[in-house]
């Protein structure tokens, strides 16, 4: 059974910084890609970051310059470093991992409240 265990959400002041952690168990993020969506009411889940089994990254347009997706092998953890936090990156966000191509696994997410 696969588990996708998401912390360190909370709130932030504008600027701040925060750090998601996102845990595993059941599928290994180091032979499966892994991405970060974020979701807010009445929209759809967007892409914000995301992270292939051999280590390459791509980013939303959004997050370019101010997050960092990265990998934790023997913890089996992946993360999502923000900084330069704003308003508008307030969601919830989560965490997900790949399988035969597409997202098969999903977070409970963590919400993440930016104040201005």
């Known amino acids: 059974q696969v588990q996708l265990v998401e912390s360190g959400g909370g709130l932030v002041q504008a600027g701040g910084s925060l750090r998601l952690s996102c845990a595993a168990s059941?599928?290994?993020?180091?032979?499966?890609?892994a991405a970060w969506y974020r979701q807010t009411p009445g929209n759809e889940r967007e892409l914000v970051a995301a992270?292939?089994?051999?280590?390459?990254?791509d980013y939303a347009d959004t997050a370019k310059d101010r997050f960092t997706i990265s990998r934790d092998n023997a913890k089996n953890t992946v993360y999502l470093q923000m900084n330069s936090l704003k308003p508008e990156d307030t969601a919830v966000y989560y965490c997900?991992?790949?399988?035969?191509?597409?997202?098969?696994?999903w977070g409970q997410g963590t919400q993440v409240t930016v104040s201005s």
């Open positions: 997900a991992a790949r399988k035969v191509g597409t997202y098969a696994y």
């Open positions: 059941g599928i290994l993020f180091s032979k499966n890609g």
């Open positions: 992270i292939s089994r051999g280590g390459s990254t």
